[in-house]
């Protein structure tokens, strides 16, 4: 089990009085006032490998890492699917969760760290595809501080707007953000905010780009390719 030595638990657990009071700046700085600790490395040495997976809402990520679990035997953690599983709790932590998303706002990005790790730290896997995360700088800069872990490959699935938003409408799957307002809505922040962090990874030199245009199989031959390229394999 791959587990840090600090953990954000209580974070999860205290966090709804600290998200109101904070939530028409969306500017959150929880993480400085509980602690000024750096994070540690992983103990026994090398930390897990991690595949950011990047693209706007119906650009296919999901399908796609369906796929890659299935050929490289990697965890597949969704940032929007952790999000979605706290509303369905009916806390009061999932209620403001909930209000942000119908608002198409980016939600708190210590939140879902917060989220992100937990799965992380009840996993056997020590190889993890977190997907649809980070979507804005700050996303990015919290993950690496809190993680104290950088991921080792990016994955953006590069898509028309007008595709995503088609693909959105025509999923049927009852999320409360696939309709037509909230959708643009959330187009408008990704794009707004998901450039800083796809040059970021560019000028690091660990993004991939990914025609999102084609059938299933003829985008996940892109994947392969960089997969292949990587020498990514399944042990």
């Not at 030595?5 to 969306?26: C, D, E, K, M, V």
């Not at 993480?31 to 693209?55: D, H």
């Not at 999932?94 to 942000?100: A, R």
């Not at 953000?177 to 998901?194: E, G, P, S, Y």
Request: hydrophobic share 35%; with cysteine.
């Amino acid at each position: 089990m791959w587990r840090r030595a600090a953990s954000l638990s209580p974070f999860i657990s205290s966090s709804g009085s600290l998200i109101r009071n904070h939530q028409t700046a969306y500017n959150f700085k929880i993480w400085e006032s509980f602690t000024t600790e750096i994070p540690t490395q992983v103990k026994g040495g090398k930390g897990p490998f991690i595949c950011f997976v990047l693209g706007g809402p119906g650009s296919g990520k999901g399908t796609q890492c369906a796929k890659i679990v299935k050929n490289y035997g990697l965890t597949h953690l969704s940032a929007g699917e952790l999000l979605r599983r706290e509303i369905a709790s009916n806390s009061e932590y999932g209620t403001t969760i909930l209000n942000t998303i119908k608002e198409g706002k980016i939600v708190p990005s210590e939140v879902t760290v917060s989220l992100i790790q937990k799965e992380m730290e009840s996993s056997d896997s020590k190889k993890f595809l977190i997907d649809g995360f980070p979507r804005s700088e700050e996303n990015r800069a919290a993950f690496e501080r809190i993680m104290g872990a950088e991921p080792d490959i990016v994955l953006f699935f590069d898509c028309p707007e007008e595709e995503m938003v088609n693909r959105v409408l025509n999923r049927n799957e009852g999320r409360v953000d696939d309709n037509i307002d909230t959708v643009r809505k959330r187009l408008q922040v990704f794009k707004a905010l998901n450039l800083p962090v796809i040059n970021y990874y560019a000028r690091r030199g660990k993004l991939y780009t990914i025609n999102a245009v084609g059938t299933v199989d003829e985008i996940f031959e892109q994947v392969r390719a960089v997969f292949a390229a990587l020498k990514l394999v399944t042990e």
